[in-house]
């Protein structure tokens, strides 16, 4: 049962992803606010997602209106709909997702930005980026850890992707995420976090596997401003892991 349950809704979630991307493909060449319509369309992805996956999704506080920094820790990809169905924003991503088949194009069509933390020259320009989207109104989403994890703790925050924010006394929003699953379901660690070298697909369908389970998003209530990327990302990170409930 399980596992017709995960491959209905896999192919569910691979239908409606194209095809909503379609609809993108078709209207950007008529209509005349593409960022309106790419963030809506990028929206409508997040909310069929987490529709499909059946997550329940519980908000404390409030997410922070565009446009916005904001950091999360990060557990897997799943983080992504799920942040996006509270919060307007795009995303910063690492590099090598550019490079995935299909996935990569839909990806950077939809804003995300993409960064080589490895290359330290491509930081800066990424941040470039970040303060373009700012300018033109939008939220932009990062994860500071710099990898996903198995949910046990918040590691520490990459400070040299937040020099930017340091330098332009740019605010700097901040939200936890963690997940719950019901009784008689294997924890977060194994069917959610996507930190080992388990495939992209498998994972997915032990995910989709899932009757359903909660995704808590704890927004903070206010934002922080410092000089030095080090005190800023530490001050972050603090913050974050203070609301994180572990997932083990």
């Known amino acids: 049962m399980k596992h017709l349950r995960a491959v209905f809704r896999f192919v569910l979630l691979l ?24 963030q809506l369309i990028l929206e ?31 557990v897997g990809y799943i983080d992504i709909p799920v942040i996006r169905s509270a919060a307007k924003g795009i995303f910063v991503a690492k590099h090598e997702i550019n490079g995935w088949l299909c996935v990569g194009r839909m990806i950077r069509n939809m804003g995300t930005i993409y960064v080589d933390r490895s290359v330290k020259r491509d930081i800066p320009r990424a941040g470039g980026e970040v303060i373009e989207g700012l300018g033109r109104g939008e939220g932009v989403i990062v994860f500071p850890e710099g990898t996903s994890t198995k949910g046990e703790t918040v590691l520490p925050f990459n400070s040299s992707f937040l020099a930017f924010a340091a330098k332009t006394d740019i605010p700097v929003s901040y939200v936890s995420i963690s997940y719950r699953t019901p009784n008689g379901e294997p924890p977060p660690s194994e069917c959610i976090c996507w930190w080992d070298d388990t495939p992209l697909l498998n994972h ?22 410092d000089a030095d990327r080090k005190q800023l990302a530490a001050e972050l990170r603090d913050r974050v892991k203070k609301s994180f409930i572990p997932m083990m």
């Not at 992805?45 to 209106?65: L, M, N, Q, Y």
């Not at 997915?204 to 401003?225: H, K, P, Q, W, Y």
């Open 15 to 38: 239908s409606f992803t194209f095809g909503i991307y379609g609809i993108w493909l078709i209207l950007r060449f008529f209509i005349p606010n593409k960022l309106f319509w790419r």
């Open 44 to 74: 409508w992805w997040a909310k069929g997602f987490v529709r499909i996956a059946h997550i329940d999704i519980e908000i404390i506080g409030s997410p922070p209106k565009a446009p916005f920094f904001l950091v999360s820790n990060h």
């Open 204 to 225: 997915m369908l032990r995910l989709l596997s899932l009757r359903r389970f909660t995704a808590i998003l704890n927004f903070g209530d206010e934002t922080v401003v």
